[in-house]
């Protein structure tokens, strides 16, 4: 079983570039989910989608940009990448919300230089 | 805002102990709750899910929820060295029905 797959593992940006950071699943979730984990820190929220075509705010989405066209894929867009978004992002799927447990992928490593 | 904190760490316990980590949240509507471990460099991963008051055994596991007290425990009995990881305490429901995420505790299991 494949879960929640991410791509790249790893990636090193120079400021002001873009990327995607790819995210699918085959569980059949509706829900996915971004996050960042910071050193020491939770993980904190940066967009989720409840289905496709349907896509909101977390608490951190300044910079980033998502769009759900299928109930698999989940890509996350940095359009200016900055200091400030370097990170480990993860995805994560569920098939509800709330009392469903969701299911993460390895995670991306990126590095902001 | 929903918060979740977890007691601080590090908890370093010798093998074979038990190893308590806390979690207390500030939603009271809250109404689902789960931990997650996280090995260095690696992903969450899914241990225990709780949902109603009292506790909840797998293995050498036990999640305990207290909801009056807004309180939620993990007990790892006979721990190894293995269990050497983050825990993450995570909650949702009531006001914001997003899993919120404590910042976690590192857990030392010493040979």
Known sequence: NAGVTQTPKFRILKIGQSM???CTQDMNHNYMYWYRQDPGMGLKLIYYSVGAGITDKGEVPNGYNVSRSTTEDFPLRLELAAPSQTSVYFCASSYSHSNQPQHFGDGTRLSIL | ???VEQN???LSVPEGAIASLNCTYSDRGSQSFF???QYSGKSPELIMSIYSNGDKEDGRFTAQLNKASQYVSLLIRDSQPSDSATYLCAVSGGSNY???????TLLTVNP
């Open chain 2, 35 to 37: 931990w997650y471990r």
């Open chain 2, 1 to 3: 805002q929903k918060e």
């Open chain 1, 20 to 22: 995607t950071l790819q």
């Open chain 2, 8 to 10: 601080s760490g590090p």
């Open chain 2, 98 to 104: 997003k899993l919120t995420f404590g910042k976690g």
